[in-house]
């Protein structure tokens, strides 16, 4: 089976850096994604991460150790906007995904 | 971009009777979909994968029955719920994914949140 653990909820300010942890137990690993979803809307892909290390996307950068069966999000110069629940999910053959419990997180003016 | 648009965004429908969701990939063709729900604050939780031209992968626990997937295209996926329930009022959301040269990519339908009263 899948398990992913993230945390529940991260509050910051304006302009601040967030890092978003995941950390994982599966079979049949072939990467980690991770997505954004506002209150009300459906998820949007952010990124993945199927080799080790940093993978960057304008504001937002994802790291993957597969060692350590862990990864991350970093959401720098944070903004209003950017308030939204932020998943994790492994990617498992025949691209199946399974979800951690999403990241509440919550900016700040 | 590739676009997933599913249809309807909202449905409210009585207990008794059954309910169709339409999730249609627009600029491409989508071999494989996945259906997911989520409660309200809560993760998504696949439901079962659609096979274009095959029976539907259902995960452990779901009623194939009550969940009626039919995948008759390359461009839409149909969840049917039967028989609703005040309990089967969620949010369901297709998605499409798959990777090539370009990495890994993941599309997602715009959800149907389902009330039964």
């Known amino acids: 089976g899948q398990s992913l653990e993230q945390p529940s909820e991260v509050t910051a300010v304006e302009g601040a850096i967030v890092q978003i942890n995941c950390t994982y137990q599966t079979s049949g690993f072939y990467g980690l994604s991770w997505y954004q979803q506002h209150d009300g809307g459906a998820p949007t892909f952010l990124s993945y991460?199927?080799?080790?290390g940093l993978e960057e996307t304008g504001r937002f950068s994802s790291f993957l150790s597969r060692s350590d069966s862990y990864g991350y999000l970093l959401l720098q110069e944070l903004q209003m906007k950017d308030s939204a629940s932020y998943f994790c999910a492994v990617k498992a053959a025949g691209n199946k995904l399974t979800f951690g419990g999403g990241t509440r997180v919550l900016v700040k003016p | 971009g590739a676009v997933v648009s599913q249809h309807p965004s909202r449905v409210i429908c009585k207990s008794g009777t059954s309910v169709k969701i339409e999730c249609r990939s627009l600029?491409?063709?989508?071999?494989?979909m996945f259906w997911y729900r989520q409660f309200p604050k809560k993760s998504l939780m696949l439901m079962a994968t659609s096979n274009e031209g095959s029976k539907a992968t259902y995960e452990q626990g779901v009623e194939k029955d009550k969940f009626l997937i039919n995948h008759a295209s390359l461009t839409l996926s149909t969840l049917t719920v039967t028989s609703a329930h005040p309990e089967d009022s969620s949010f369901y959301i297709c998605s499409a994914s798959g990777s090539d040269s370009g990495g890994f990519w993941a599309f997602f339908g715009q959800g149907t949140r389902l009330t039964v009263v």
């Open positions: 991460n199927g080799l080790d």
């Open positions: 600029d491409f063709q989508a071999t494989t």
